[in-house]
Nanobody, 115 residues
């Protein structure tokens, strides 16, 4: 079993930057990939960025060029560097394994971007 804990959210003005962290523990060797997802009020949870175990990454069109996902294997931690933040990036951000597992969802971390 894998446990994932998100951190790093906060309140930021538009144009600012934040870095989110997702610390993994448990059966790390079973992880093929990790991803960041977000859920804004009244909207469905959506994928933001995915990184495979080999390091290749994919991004949602809405964050391409602004967000960067990375993995520190020594720390078993995935990061999401978010630059040029926009009010529409406001959401609770979650991480999960890829493929998704319902029992891997954590509490998420709130990101609020003011205009």
């Amino acid at each position: 079993q894998v446990q994932l804990v998100e951190s790093g959210g906060g309140l930021m003005q538009a144009g600012g930057s934040l870095r989110l962290s997702c610390a993994a523990s448990g059966s790390i060797s079973s992880i093929n990939g990790l991803g960041w997802f977000r859920q804004a009020p009244g909207k469905q949870r959506e994928p933001v960025a995915i990184i495979a175990s080999g390091g290749s990454a994919r991004y949602a069109d809405s964050v391409k060029g602004r967000f960067t996902v990375s993995m520190d294997n020594a720390k078993n931690t995935m990061y999401l560097q978010m630059n040029s933040l926009k009010p529409e990036d406001t959401a609770v951000y979650y991480c999960n394994t890829v493929p998704l597992r319902l029992d891997h969802w954590g509490q998420g971390t709130q990101v609020t971007v003011s205009s």
